[in-house]
């Protein structure tokens, strides 16, 4: 039951890995694209840190592992907005919306006026 | 071959298309190529890790993971500044 388990999680693990990297292939936009490292950050690493707990115990190769997990979905997050952000600025000089352009904005982001 | 060893084997060929991604086309989409290609690599020296039974190497897969942060948000900072 447990060879079982550790196996459903590892093909889990790959075939979160390969659907998120085929979805971003069918992407056309750099933005859209970054939404697809999220499940192979978060999802895959889970599953395969659980099918090694389950495979060796406390070890610390399971903690490592877990640690790996962790660091994966925290740079993804970081990461990923750090790059959102520095596509735009280097888009538009700024982050924030320019006047014109419509985006869901709260009453704080107001709209930034573009340099010529 | 075990579980780990044929799940490394599978996901290795993911990398054939993020490696084209990453040195054809836009500044943007290559490095987004990149981030997913940290991702994927730190999850293949995990899973090559159980496969080989070499646990030392989940090391390589952790220095990895914080590598490709600090790499990632430098790429990010100098895109911003550099890259207009």
Redesign the interface.
């Known amino acids: 039951m447990k060879v079982i388990a550790?196996?459903v999680l590892?093909?889990a693990?790959?075939l979160v890995?390969?659907l998120?990297?085929?979805g971003?292939?069918r992407m056309r936009d750099?933005y859209q694209?970054?939404h697809?490292?999220s499940a192979?950050?978060a999802l895959?690493?889970l599953f395969?840190?659980i099918?090694?707990f389950l495979?060796d115990g406390l070890?610390?190769?399971s903690f490592?592992?877990l640690?790996?997990t962790f660091?994966?979905i925290?740079?993804?997050t970081?990461?990923?907005h750090?790059?959102a952000?520095?596509?735009r600025?280097?888009e538009t000089?700024h982050w924030r919306p320019v006047p014109g352009e419509e985006v869901p904005i709260r009453s704080s982001d107001e709209p930034v006026e573009q340099k010529s | 071959m075990n579980a780990w060893n044929l799940a490394a084997d599978v996901l290795i060929f993911s990398l054939v298309p993020l490696t084209w991604i990453a040195s054809t086309g836009e500044v943007r989409h290559r490095i987004v190529a990149f981030y997913m290609g940290g991702v994927i690599i730190t999850l293949l020296l995990m899973l090559l890790t159980m496969a080989f039974h070499r646990m030392p190497m989940m090391d390589l897969a952790l220095s990895l993971a914080l590598m490709s942060f600090g790499g990632g948000i430098v790429f990010a900072h100098f895109l911003a500044r550099h890259l207009k």
Do not use: H
């Open positions: 550790i196996d590892i093909a693990a790959v890995a390969l998120s990297v085929l971003m292939l750099p694209r970054m697809y490292i192979p950050a895959s690493p395969i840190t099918a090694i495979q070890k610390p190769e490592k592992a640690v790996t660091v994966l925290g740079m993804n970081v990461v990923t750090a790059a952000r520095a596509f600025m280097a000089e």
